[in-house]
């Protein structure tokens, strides 16, 4: 599942509040296929993260998991993605009981596409994505402990 860029290759994307969120799929914990195309109509949390069962993603995850009753109230979908493969995300799901959906970027090309992407891992940037495709608010600095809450905050 790659992506592909028109014109120069070596320029990396640009991503602003109010551009329409790039599409991709990719393979879930699961082992399904996942768009993002899947959730139109639907407000998205899309975030990556460097690596599951690190200590700050662990964290982070957990933020979300402790208040994701709130996020389904809100009928907002969770997404994680990192370049773990997917077993290793479902291995991480498993141990820690998160009720989202993670997905493996392995080649690295939807972090580049999102401009998440870092040569040993992704970025730690989160995406807030409106009912209609559209990216609402972006996230680069984030502390691990209240980022899921801060987003709720800012929906509400």
Known sequence: LGVIFANNRSKKPEIKIGDKAPQFTLVSDEN?????????????????????????WTKEACGFRNIFDEYKK??????????????????????????FILL???T??????????????????TFLIDKNGIIQKI??????????????????
């Open 104 to 106: 493996s970027d392995n």
């Open 139 to 156: 996230y680069e600095k984030i502390n691990v402990n209240t980022h899921a809450a801060e987003i709720l905050d800012d929906i509400s």
């Open 74 to 99: 809100a009928e907002i979908i969770v997404l994680g993605i990192s370049y773990d493969s997917p077993k290793s995300l479902d291995s991480f799901k498993r141990k820690y009981n998160l009720p």
């Open 32 to 56: 399904k296929k996942v768009s993002l195309s899947d959730f139109k109509g639907q407000r998205v949390v899309l975030y990556f993260f460097p690596k599951a069962d690190t200590p700050g």
């Open 108 to 125: 690295k090309a939807v972090a580049k596409l999102y401009g998440a992407d870092g040569a040993m891992w992704p970025k730690r940037v």
